[in-house]
């Protein structure tokens, strides 16, 4: 399985090359974070069904593979972190472990930043209540491969999130904004500012979308526009913020 890993490893490295030629070219942020998210679900798709094989299908119950954050998203840098939940069902066995420890390992030694946990579905819901990182984590997590009858329990804890727990949700997240506003200085008139954490960063994209998600409208920004909160200009205006942004973010991952 090593040499397995140091094949892909390498199939990898060329690959972020051809995708930073594609970034000095003048290919737009969220195009290069796509393709980049892309690339890198190719890969887990690859080892997971190269190691299956390996270990052979009818011997292991393999857990469903969740991407998060900016991978679940498709908002992937080149050297972000690939965050990844291994959910696995209440009949989990010794091998359902066992597989996903050799993927882990096999996903480290590919060159994946890897950031992951391992939950069954109970340990989810318990999860979620006290942790509100793991909540909107979770409203981006996009189901990969594995374990297909924990693809439809995924969508309908995630409704459940934006139809019961929306409210809640949107006054943690906005607390959580203005507090990290205070803790950036609370302007982005800064000289060297934290593209992600700073007023008006990364972060404050990703907290509109999440309230636009949680409102009668699920969407983007969609729900925010027909409450009347901003207008279709200032729509294109965030996006193009936004693009401008994350391209800033890939070239100081590629530098």
Not at 42 to 57: C, D, R
Not at 116 to 130: M, T, Y
Not at 162 to 169: D, I, M, T, Y
Request: glycine content about 10%; proline content about 2%; some cysteine.
């Amino acid at each position: 399985m090593t040499s397995f890993a140091g094949a892909t490893r390498e199939a990898y490295h060329d690959f972020l090359q051809r995708l930073e030629d594609r970034h000095r070219a003048g290919a737009s942020g969220v195009e290069v974070a796509r393709l980049c998210a892309e690339g890198v679900e190719t890969i887990v798709n690859h080892l997971y069904e190269a190691l299956g094989s390996m270990m052979g299908w009818e011997a292991v119950r393999p857990p469903a593979i969740v991407a998060l954050g900016g991978f679940g998203r498709r908002e992937l840098s080149p050297k972000s972190d690939v965050d990844l939940l291994f959910l696995t069902s209440s009949r989990s066995s010794k091998s359902t472990s066992a597989f996903t420890g050799y993927l882990v390992r096999m996903m480290w030694d590919s060159g994946l930043e890897l950031g992951h946990s391992v939950r069954s579905l109970a340990q989810l819901k318990k999860a979620i209540k006290a942790d509100l990182d793991l909540k909107t984590a979770l409203l981006d997590g996009r189901w990969i491969c594995g374990n297909e009858s924990l693809k439809e329990d995924l969508i309908r804890l995630k409704t459940t999130l934006r139809l019961q727990e929306g409210g809640e949700l949107l006054e943690g997240k906005l607390e959580e904004a203005r507090r990290r506003w205070q803790k950036f200085g609370g302007s982005y008139h800064l000289i060297e500012p934290n593209i992600k954490e700073s007023p008006g960063g990364l972060r404050d994209y990703q907290t509109i979308r999440w309230i636009g998600m949680v409102l009668p409208w699920e969407g983007t920004m969609e729900g925010l526009y027909r409450l009347a909160v901003i207008d279709r200009d200032e729509i294109g205006d965030i996006q193009q913020a936004f693009d401008f942004l994350l391209r800033s973010r890939n070239e100081l991952q590629f530098y």
